[in-house]
């Protein structure tokens, strides 16, 4: 048999990135998305044209077109930044939309009409440390170009890309001025900041969940302060093990400032560091060590809080975190296992019943720990719908014991009334679910996991266009979210409101679908009359299914979760064409 090889070409790749896109779509995102539209219509397509491009990728903010020629793809790049100058003229400054642009020529794989490899990843790297309204390009682009395209180039130096293993020496195209974009600043001037993960430093793996922990855990205590936008835990963690420049960082999660640091655990002690850096510039504003016995890591937290509000510009409420801090548990032991519950319902691949026996123990070592009862409460609860369980093997009153005694325990933690909330929604007690998710969002008003809680409570309240909205908010929080753990309720609020086709095309965009969404996807298709289609997500209901689940169980658990009669009815119509005996 022939092996298959890899084809490969010569390619001129142009990647193009809109700045400050996080903040354009929060001021106004129907009305970014509209002129996204108009610009890509009447600059950037009539402009690929020309120059015989072809478009092989888009994102919300960014695009990578491939040329055969290197001229023809610098040349577009110009008229590119000129024609988007063109459009803004004459709009407010904080509405205008200019890109950052990176060019290379290199050699690409192709896998049918898309392209990999450096030759692609070099533009897509020199695009993010190009500046607002300009365009860097590679050595190998800038040498086929010669003076054959009539602007200057200015030698930028060698520049160390992430992930390219040889350092690339990138010009700037001259004659295409810079623009200081209103996107440098937060809509709200709210001083922004990124807390990356803090690096294990004990040269044991198995401590991982302890520096994730204590990184959520500053993050969640920095989210309490209202005059303070917090990057949210899944964004900054994309950056996780990667050795990326803090200017890089700033410009793709819209950050002023990077809290970065590390935990080194020996046996009873521990040591911290940490280190606060404004993002424009590098410069290290503040930096300290913390060696500590183990028993005082809730002091540590407390003083890395104080220490950075401290000096971050602006009037911030320190007030708020003393008042609102959380109460730590009686003993290390629960918080070690509460923390190790945490990470196994980040990573469903460890499973409910794992997270469910952390918290288990964290409740053992000390019973009066609100968080350790909390996480009960939602495992169980969610466990309902994930396994669809019958009612007599549902867990549906211990779900409410644990989130009634955690919020008793503690009523001033955001995660805690954010837990609690869901579990009240999956067990179907509608007035409290409600109560909790709203004080979850009282107390943290930046935290996308309260939002997103919230989002579900008013879904299956019938208050679609609002749970849309806070959806919505929770995805600008956290962009880099997993998606798989927020399209369900997604879906849910779409089906629900009758935009069928939506919910199959969120369907879509699942990395590992769960069993239970093809359930949903087949009632969609049925009531967007896609019967051929229903039939099939039914069949793959059958095929990933796991032992034990219930689909009626399921469907009719979901049908009780609804607030008002017409949302079961819309339920009970779909699942009945899908061919269900609801």
Known sequence: MVEERTQRRLAAILAADVVGYSRLMEADESGTMAALKVRRKDVLDPLVAKHQGRIFKTSGDGVLIEFASAVNAVQCAIEL?????????????????????????GDVMVEGSDLYGDGVNIAARLETIAEPGGILVSSTAHDHVGTRVKVGFKDMGVQALKNIAQPVRAYRVTGTPTIEVAASKS????????????????????????????????????????????????????????????????????????????????????????????????????????????????????????????????????????????????????????????????????????????????????????????????????????????????????AKEHAQRATVLDDRNPTVQAYAGMAYLLTCEYQLSRAHAERAVFLNPNDPFALFVKADVLTYAGELEE?????????????????????????????????????????????????????????????????????????????????GHDALSMIKHQMRMCWRQEDRDRWFEGYRKAGFPV
């Open 187 to 398: 809509v709200s001037d709210k001083p922004s900041i990124a807390v990356l993960p803090f690096i294990n430093m004990s040269g044991d793996p198995e401590q991982e969940y302890f520096s994730d922990g204590l990184t959520e855990d500053i993050i969640t205590e920095l989210s309490r302060f209202k005059n303070l936008l917090v990057i949210a835990r899944n964004s900054s963690f994309t950056f996780k093990e990667q050795a990326v420049d803090v200017k890089e960082i700033g410009r793709k999660l819209d950050a002023h400032y990077v809290v970065e640091g590390s935990v080194r655990r020996s046996g009873n002690r521990i040591r911290i560091t940490a280190q606060l850096l404004e993002t424009p510039t590098g410069k290290h504003l503040w930096a300290e060590r913390y060696d500590r016995d183990l028993e005082d890591i809730f002091v540590v937290q407390d003083e890395l809080v104080r220490a950075i509000s401290g000096v971050i510009p602006g009037h911030l409420d320190r007030h708020a975190v003393e008042n609102l801090r959380r109460k730590p548990p009686d003993n290390l032991t629960a918080y070690d296992c509460e923390l190790r519950g945490r990470w196994a319902l980040a990573h469903w691949s460890e499973g409910l019943s794992v997270a469910l026996e952390w918290f288990e123990k964290a409740a053992k070592a000390d019973p009066n720990y609100a968080m350790a009862h909390a996480g009960m409460a939602y495992v169980y609860a969610y466990e309902i719908v994930i396994l669809g369980l019958p009612p007599e093997r549902a867990r549906t009153a211990q």
């Open 81 to 105: 930044q000129q024609g988007m100058a063109v459009a803004n003229s004459g709009k407010p400054e904080d509405r205008h939309i200019v890109l950052r642009i990176g060019v290379n020529l």
């Open 467 to 547: 749970a849309l909205e806070y959806f919505a908010k929770s995805e600008r929080l956290d962009p880099y979210a997993p998606d798989d753990g927020r399209l369900d309720f997604l879906c849910d609020c779409h089906y629900l409101h009758g935009n069928f086709e939506k919910v199959i095309e969120i369907h879509g965009l699942y990395q590992n679908v769960p069993a239970t969404l093809y359930l949903i996807l087949a009632a969609a298709c049925a009531q967007a009359g896609r019967h051929a289609q229903a039939k099939a997500a039914v069949a793959d209901y059958e095929r990933l299914r796991p032992a």
